[in-house]
């Protein structure tokens, strides 16, 4: 196959007391088109990733590497609406998007087991690389050099409504403000809250969403680096929504509801803010990655 187009979900992390092990799909997308040619090439994306840095190329020849053969250059077309550095996974779809179009283009025939540990080798862990490829909710882990996942199912009234800012917060930063230990008693308290919101998330009681997303371990420290954090937490509750919590490294903020109308309040009180921040109210996408039929979206 010499020309192939990959369809790739954002994703949201962390969940709160979920940080490093889970993910979710959503509907928004980044569409790579990878086109065998006689010189490595791009479009669509920014020129400083316009080499062999770029993430999908990288993920592209890896997995060729992965089953023995040597990766063919290719011009590869990026059509995005994941903010970059935005808390969305937008790494993490270049990545499942490059091993899906090598397995395509290659026919490499891996089994997704080995996309999804290449991928992660790329990204460092697999929180937002599962639900990027598999779709859906999906909690993961790494043991004895193998990877492991557990999906979940959210309740379909649930509304993951996105609040994204006008400016990037880079992961190393994010990073960088964690401590490198915690107590004990802060350990117990996440295992507490994360077993409570797998089963609040099932079952949409967003009342005990909101208490389950409350964690020790990152969030306390990353909320300073998110500017207007505390005007636009206020104005989620203020419009009814108490089930908050930072999307991946940030800066985005996921806000879990049942109300159908949250969005349209938030995204017309937002509008007082400094920054611009973009409202998604976004369903889960439970595909994951996939390749698109020729001339498909």
Request: aromatic content about 8%; hydrophobic content about 45%; overall charge negative.
């Amino acid at each position: 196959m010499n020309d192939v187009t990959v369809r790739a979900p954002a994703s949201t992390a962390n969940l709160a007391a979920g940080f490093d092990i889970l993910g979710c799909a959503l509907q928004l997308y980044s569409t790579l088109r990878f086109t065998v040619s006689d010189r490595l090439s791009f479009s669509g994306c920014d020129p400083k990733w316009q080499n062999t840095d770029n993430l999908a190329w990288r993920a592209f020849s890896r997995a060729f590497e992965a089953a023995g053969k040597q990766a063919p250059y290719v011009h590869i077309d990026i059509k995005s609406d994941i903010p970059a550095a935005g808390g969305l996974g937008s790494s993490a779809a270049m990545l499942s998007a490059g091993v899906l179009a090598a397995n395509a283009v290659g026919e490499l025939s891996l089994p997704i087991e080995t996309l999804l540990e290449v991928a992660t080798e790329l990204e460092g862990h697999p929180d937002n690389v599962a639900p990027a490829l598999y779709g859906g909710l999906i909690a993961s882990m790494q043991e004895d050099g193998r990877i492991y996942t557990a999906r979940y199912t959210p309740h379909p009234s649930l509304h993951f409504v996105v609040l994204s800012p006008d400016f990037p917060l880079s992961t190393q930063k994010a990073r960088s403000v964690l401590p490198a230990s915690v107590s004990r008693a802060d350990a117990i308290y996440n295992c507490a809250h994360l077993v409570m919101l797998l089963r609040a998330l099932e079952i949409g009681d967003e009342s005990m969403i909101a208490v389950a997303l409350r964690d020790r371990l990152h969030q306390p420290y990353r909320f300073p680096l998110i500017e207007e954090y505390d005007a636009v937490h206020s104005a989620a509750e203020g419009n009814g929504c108490n089930a908050l919590c930072i999307s991946g490294a940030g800066p985005a903020l996921l806000c879990l509801t049942c109300d159908g109308g949250f969005a349209s309040r938030m995204e017309n009180d937002l509008k007082a803010m400094h920054h611009y921040w973009r409202v998604l109210d976004l369903a889960v996408d439970t595909d994951g990655a996939r390749i698109l039929p020729s001339g498909g979206n």
